[in-house]
Nanobody, 118 residues
Framework: QVQLMESGGGLVQAGGSLRLSCRAS????????LGWYRQAPGQQRELVAS???????NYANAVKGRFTISRDDATNTLYLQMNNLKPEDTAIYYC????????????WGQGTQVTVSS
């Protein structure tokens, strides 16, 4: 059964914008903190943004001021608005529960590819 389903990625020019969506299962969406991760070729998966159940947000320095994470509790959907995209943002983007990741629960979805050209 699919627990996480990311969508919204694509190919954009530098300076452009994309809005990613993540539909999550109830068990995952009820986690205290949800996040967006990304993985570029040859690199480790990294956390780029997180949001708590009380809508407290945190961002990696590389994306702060450009990305905005949000959630819709009515639809169990997590969003990532990405503005002023840079080529270094190119990666596969994933959503997940930070607690599940810490506990090494195998709950990763397929991710969605974001490619930013110069």
């Amino acid at each position: 059964q699919v627990q996480l389903m990311e969508s919204g990625g694509g190919l954009v020019q530098a300076g452009g914008s994309l809005r990613l969506s993540c539909r999550a299962s109830g068990n995952i969406f009820r986690s205290n903190v949800l996040g967006w991760y990304r993985q570029a070729p040859g690199q480790q998966r990294e956390l780029v943004a997180s949001i708590s159940i009380r809508d407290r947000t945190n961002y990696a320095n590389a994306v702060k001021g450009r990305f905005t994470i949000s959630r819709d509790d009515a639809t169990n959907t997590l969003y990532l608005q990405m503005n002023n995209l840079k080529p270094e943002d190119t990666a596969i983007y994933y959503c997940n529960s930070l607690a599940f990741v810490a506990a090494k629960v195998d709950s990763w979805g397929q991710g969605t590819q974001v490619t930013v050209s110069s």
